[in-house]
Structures are given as C-alpha cells and as structure tokens.
C-alpha cells in the first residue's frame, strides 16, 4: 500500500505557529506518513543556526540578517510576545508540561525522515546564505512543493 | 456513498479568522461534509465562556487568563482592530448586512453537528480548565486530529 | 485524464502572504492543475484597482476605503513591515533578483486562467463595489469555493 503523505508550508517565522507545524509533522511522520515541511519567507529563519556564521553578504542582506531572529529558539510568538517576555513564559510552561521545545521538535522531525525543505528563492530574497542554515536541508522551488502537494493527503500552510 | 471530509485546525484567536472558519465549517456542513474543527492555541479563546468561572489555577495560570479574550465576542480583529473599535464597527456592519455573529455561527456550527474538538496539549499550556470552555466541546491530541484530516477531502489550517 | 485541481482561499492582505499564494496558484498552474483564488476579507484588497474610483459609499464604508490599501502595489508586509520601508526593500531587492512583483504575478495568474473570485460576503462587509476592483474578477460565496475545494488535490488557507 502506498504511503500517506502530509505537506507544510512554513511560512510564518513565529514560535507557536512553527510549533504546531512541527507537532503536526512529526505526528504525521510517527502514523507512517511521508511528510515534507517547506519553508520559505520567515518560516526560514527556523532554520537558521543559532551562531554567527561568517559569510559575504551586501548592505541589505547584512541588515536583514541583523533584523531576522537567528534560529527556532530565538523566534517571537504570534500573539502576547510583549517584547520578548511572552516566549520565555510559555518555554518555562512547556518545560513544566513536558512539553519539547521547537529546537528539539525540528531534532525529532529529522530523526523521523520529515524532508526539510528551504525555498530557494526566499532564501536569496531574504539574502540567507546555506552555511548560516542547520545541516540536512534541501533547498527547492515551489515545483517540487507542488509534485508533493499534488499527492498529499494533508496540506496546510502556516 | 462516503460522506465528504472537512478538517480546520483553528489557530489564530482573531475575530475575522475565527469567522472565516466557522463561515466554510457551516457550507461544508450544510453541503453534508463531515466537518471538524481542531481549535489549538489561541483558537481555543472562541470556546472559553463569557463569564468568569471559578477555578483553581497557579499565577502563571491566572495571568494568561486574564490576558486572553474571554470567547468569542471578545476575539480582536488580525487587521485594523484599532485597540477594540475594529470589532465594534465590522459587527455593527455585520448586523446591518444580516451577517452571524461567531457567537452564533459557532451556535449554528454545533446544531449541524460539527465536531468541535479543543486540542489538550494546548489547553494545558494556556492554563484553561474545561470548566471554563463553552459546552460540547471534545479533547483530543495531534493524533485524533491526524485521523479525521487523512481522510479529508478540504483541510485547512487557519 | 481529470486535471488536478488547487484552490486557495487568500483572506490575508499582506504583500509577502499574497506573494505566496500567487506564486504556487502560477506553479500549479504551469504543471496544468486547474486553479481557483478565493479573495475574503483583507485578500480583497491585493484585487482593488489603484486608482481612486468614485461610487456612493456611506461613512463607514467611506472610511474603511480609506484606511485599507487600494491594490496590490500598496499592501503591508506581514513581518518587518517598519512603516512602509520594508515593502520598498523587498521589492528593490526582488527587482534585483527578477522575481515578479505581486501586480505582475496577478496579471500572470490571468493569462494562465487561475479563477480569481471574489467572496461577495466580505465584498459586501468591507464596503467595497465591484467598480473598484481589477477587471477579470468573478463573485461567488463559500458554497461555490467548498464545490471547487472538495475536488481539490491542493486547498490552502492563507
């Protein structure tokens, strides 16, 4: 029988959203589904290593590298951030609940063969560079999304 | 023949996206779909109760409550809520235009027997307690969720 | 053989969101699926005509006109937006890296025959008149979209 399949794209680059995308992926992936995360505009920036990676960059790139946050642990929420304090309250909740945190949901997913996939062209839009990205991404345009989608079971975009 | 599917996962606690959901949950039904909407996060706000119920909660707990809307009629607009007067002006439009409040259309949402599940994990990590959750309302995981989206025909994630 | 089909409901008015949608309605288009966008709420502004038109509107429909962006050359950026600056710099740095502006995508849409549709609800709700709007747009309801999602391979809400 053939496999299920389940298809995201992760458009948004706030916590709580990446959060239920990748509880999401990894349910899929844990009931036998192929499952693919695409993610493109701020969604990319969940795939940013956490560390400065040296890389040549232009003005604007430099400047919108400054302004993204820098990895999935560093992204704001969608509602209540206030500045910040918002994350750290619902990460210190999470931990009390046991619930894992978005770096750690990102680990599992990869552990459970969820494709990552990074839009090639956002990522050049937003002028991110594949070293400043965490390994076992692939990069793609929005054909190979598509060839996904068109067999998907479940497809959403966050 | 198999009835149809149709699968929302409700994320967003704003006024116009908790509409837009429950406007295609209530066609979906009516053109006899088997409809089920997943409220996560913020969504879970659409099913809390109007008035203050009386339960146990840590400070944490407390703050978010009080933070949060308080149902339906509460939710902000994602756009143009202008620190309340938004809602104030887009229902007075509504009712000129014979438009349903959410209030009604969840009322509505519930005669058709649509399925209206409130994600567990999530209700934790918000503190809400079921007593403070309007009536009919399921609790189930990513899981349930999985179940119900892999057969569905319409799954949207809002 | 039966064509693909891929619908999506655009409720956002936001120029990177309304870029996505833009961007896979073509993709799926090229790969021959047949493709619907549903404008509701905010998405209805990517559809206004820049220009002001002049019909009879009562105040609130007259103020709402003011306040919401005319056409998709004016819309916000969901994320960076920094009071107009970050819609100039993506698009400067689209223009350098031939990606397609939103108007231009739209245009695209159209000679691909994506069905541009109008939600006539929210038409009606946001004031808006069909004289206002770009030429080629079809008005339809939810049940008109749900007959068009529930053959879909691709739906998505964005």
């Known amino acids: 029988m053939e496999k299920k399949k389940t298809t ?3 458009f948004s680059g706030d916590y709580d959203k990446a959060m239920a995308a990748y509880i999401i992926a990894n349910g899929a992936a844990a009931y036998d589904h192929e499952v693919t995360i695409f993610h493109t505009f701020w969604g990319l920036n969940a795939l940013r290593k956490e560390e400065l990676v040296p890389v040549k960059k232009n003005f604007i790139e430099k400047m919108f590298g400054k302004m993204m946050p820098r990895g999935a642990n560093k992204l704001p929420l969608s509602t209540m951030n206030m500045a910040g304090m918002g994350p750290k309250m619902i990460k210190g909740i999470m931990k009390k609940h046991n619930v894992q945190s978005l770096p750690s949901l990102i680990e599992m997913a ?4 969820v494709k990552l996939v990074g839009c ?3 990522v050049d839009l937003l002028g991110l560079k594949h070293e400043e990205m965490i390994d076992g991404i692939e990069y793609a345009g929005v054909g190979a999304y598509l060839g996904d989608a068109s067999e998907g079971n ?3 975009f966050i």
């Open 8 to 10: 995201i794209v992760l």
């Open 154 to 156: 479940v497809n959403l």
């Open 110 to 113: 990869k552990e459970q063969d």
């Open 120 to 122: 090639q062209m956002t």
